[in-house]
């Protein structure tokens, strides 16, 4: 008997169990150059299909020195742009081609292929994929007891388990000896079939150098070069169910659940136990009668039967959206959202009247406020998601309503600001006590909580200080700048690069990721000036420039335009400083005039809730404004030949701390 295998058989493992078995014994077996190819295109993108068909291949030739069969390699290897439309059917279509020069038998596991080789008269066994319950136990087996929960296998690192529970859990060396390539290679290769023919095992991931698959409530993941420095493979399993009421604050995470009062997502780090929330949330309602579907990207929730585990449709999870809500479910349990386009989804479920449970990565209810900030519009969030649930340690820490409300930010009250903003707040649904708010200040999302305030309590402070420290008839004729017209409102500036009254920063080099950040921003900035460019970073989020005075506007660009381009890359804020304001820095650069242009004077009045700069001669014009030679801002004077600057904003703070260091203000009308 000939044989010519395609490569669905000699992956599956098939061809060498049945000779095993003895029903091919002293068979012809003929390999194909394309198989060769195709299973090594496989291997180098580092996908486990690659490395079984390679190991299978091994086992054959091994089967052919001990006299069990023939083998014989034929035809021509496939050329590059054969193997990249293998999954056109180019690859399968040069093996039956072999097949029927040798007038052989096709082996083949695939359907499809099947189907065509009847249609071209080739005489076919199709070999189904095995599933049964009759399997032996795994290598892996023997590496967990009843009070492990994860076991981490790596190339030359001897095995080691974190046993106990998620509340509290400890690793411990499992073995003396290190694990080796060999060891590892079969061990993938044991897990990745199994979880092919197993009833309730499935590959959720294959990806160049990483494998991820399911068995049972065991999830396996491979990794190997070039995806990580060497092979390892991790195995997590749940040792034991757990039921919704065995959580803090059951009665009040129901009742918000049943009564169906908007999203909830489900907040916390990475292992704190999110994901079998969600399955046993998934469960509770599936036992009151809600029609429940999940969204898994991978597959990653343990669930009944009776909910339906939905994957991204074609790798768009907005297309598995559209079938959900032609489904009409009652709920939705979205497992983890990573990027904007799976947050979108979210909103246009629930928006469209589909209950939806989320979970998030972060480490509180703020961080998880400030990372939706980033991927949607503040003022939504209320809109999409009306519930938190704080996890921590396997159990629910805090539950928080989300809304909206108009009033005077907690922030703002400490320093007697009364503006009344939208702010976003989250209410302990125990407690009753507003526990954060999130509201836009001067172009920022500030988020505040209760036991410290982020950021606007402290520049708040510094702008208030500044504004009762100067007499109204103590301000006279002088200058200040601004990047657009503004009225009253201190959200005319929300897309203006801020000028901030200048503390003293120190150099942190003993943050890794500053330093990062600040060889970037330096990096960016080097494109708008060939002097010293000096990086300060003032936190996390934001960092201070020094450049050469007469480079200053070219960084910031018309309207902040280049400031800007530059934020969106490196993704903090940004301000643009002259160099000769650089802490510690000598400056005998006195301030003169720029000699061109109608260049004069002006008066500054101060009100209660604004500062306005009066200059009747440009009544109507657009004017940039100057310190000395430095360009400050560009601002359109009114019918009454006034500039109005919120009295709060920092670039009226800043109006006044040139003034009382006594610098030359003037302005000039744009050509």
């Not at 000896?177 to 199994?194: G, V, W, Y």
């Not at 404004?625 to 030949?641: C, I, M, N, P």
Request: a negative charge; hydrophobic letters at 40%; aromatic letters at 6%.
């Amino acid at each position: 008997m000939i044989l010519v295998p395609d490569t669905s058989v000699v992956i599956d493992g098939r061809v060498t169990a049945l000779i095993e078995q003895g029903e091919y014994r002293d068979a012809t077996i003929i390999i194909p150059e394309a198989v060769f190819t195709e299973l090594e295109s496989q291997a180098n993108k580092g996908r486990e299909v690659g490395f079984s068909g390679l190991v299978e291949l091994q086992k054959l030739h091994k089967m052919k020195e001990e006299g069990l069969i023939n083998l014989e390699y034929v035809g021509i290897r496939p050329k590059f742009e054969q193997v990249k439309l293998a999954n056109g059917g180019e690859i399968d279509n040069m093996i039956q081609e072999v097949a029927i020069t040798h007038n052989a038998t096709f082996l083949t596991s695939n359907y499809v292929q099947s189907e065509v080789a009847r249609a071209k008269g080739i005489n076919v066994v199709f070999l189904r994929s095995e599933i049964t319950d009759d399997f032996v136990p795994l290598s892996i087996d023997t590496l967990f007891d009843e009070n492990t929960l994860a076991v981490y296998l790596k190339e030359r690192v001897a095995p080691y388990a974190r046993k106990g529970t998620i509340r509290e859990s400890k690793l411990v060396t499992i073995r003396d000896t290190p694990t080796t390539e060999c060891e590892l290679l079969a061990i993938a290769k044991e897990c990745f079939e199994r979880a092919e023919h197993h009833p309730d095992g499935f590959v959720k991931v294959e990806m160049p150098g990483v494998t991820v698959s399911q068995i049972g409530s065991m999830r396996i993941t491979t990794t190997r070069p070039p995806f990580s420095n060497r092979i390892e493979i991790t195995i997590i399993r749940p040792i034991r169910e757990i039921s919704i009421d065995s959580y803090n604050y059951t009665a009040a995470l129901k009742e918000r659940l049943n009564i169906g009062n908007g999203g909830m997502l489900i907040v916390g780090t990475p292992g704190s136990g999110k994901s079998t929330l969600e399955q046993n949330i998934a469960t509770y309602l599936s036992s009151e009668n809600y029609i429940v579907k999940t969204i898994e990207s991978p597959r990653n929730l343990i669930v009944p039967d009776k909910i339906t585990q939905y994957a991204s449709l074609e790798g768009n999870i907005s297309e598995t959206s559209e079938i959900l809500t032609l489904l009409r479910p009652d709920y939705v349990i979205f497992d983890e959202m990573h990027r904007s386009e799976e947050l979108a989804v979210f909103a246009d479920l629930h928006l469209s009247g589909i209950q939806v449970v989320g979970g998030l990565h972060a480490r509180s209810v703020s961080d998880a406020l400030i990372r939706l900030a980033n991927l949607v519009n503040l003022s939504l969030i209320p809109q999409i998601i009306a519930t938190m649930v704080l996890i921590k340690d396997g159990d629910i820490s805090e539950l928080y309503g989300v809304s909206t409300s108009f009033r005077v930010p907690a922030a703002f009250e400490k320093i007697g600001d009364r503006h009344v903003k939208p702010i976003v707040q989250l209410t302990n649904i125990i407690t009753g006590v507003v526990a954060t708010e999130a509201f836009h200040y001067e172009g920022e999302v500030i988020v505040t909580s209760n036991d410290g305030i982020h950021l606007a309590e402290q520049e708040l402070s510094k702008t208030s200080q500044l504004i009762n420290a100067v007499p109204a008839e103590d301000i006279g004729t002088n200058s200040v700048s601004m990047i657009k017209s503004a009225a009253d409102d201190d959200d005319a500036f929300q897309t203006t690069p801020s000028i901030h009254t200048m503390p003293t920063y120190e150099v942190t080099d003993d943050n890794p990721a500053w330093i990062i950040l600040e060889k970037e921003i330096q990096k960016e900035i080097c494109r708008f000036t060939d002097d010293d460019i000096i990086v300060r970073m003032i936190n996390d989020t934001k960092a201070a420039v020094y450049i050469e005075d007469a480079d200053v506007p070219a960084a910031i660009g018309k309207a902040g335009k280049n400031i800007a381009a530059v934020v969106s890359k490196v993704g903090i804020g940004i301000d643009v400083r002259p160099l000769s304001d650089l802490p510690d820095r000598d400056s005998s650069t006195p301030a003169v005039s720029t000699g061109t242009g109608a260049i004069g004077a002006f008066k500054i009045r101060s009100e209660k809730k604004q500062l306005a700069l009066i200059c009747p001669e440009y009544s109507n014009k657009i004017v940039d404004l100057f310190s000395g030679k430095e360009y400050l801002f560009t601002a359109t004077v009114d019918a009454r030949g006034e500039i109005h600057l919120a009295r709060n904003s920092s670039i009226a703070m800043e109006m006044i701390r040139r003034y009382g260091a006594g610098e030359e203000l003037k302005i000039r009308p744009v050509d």
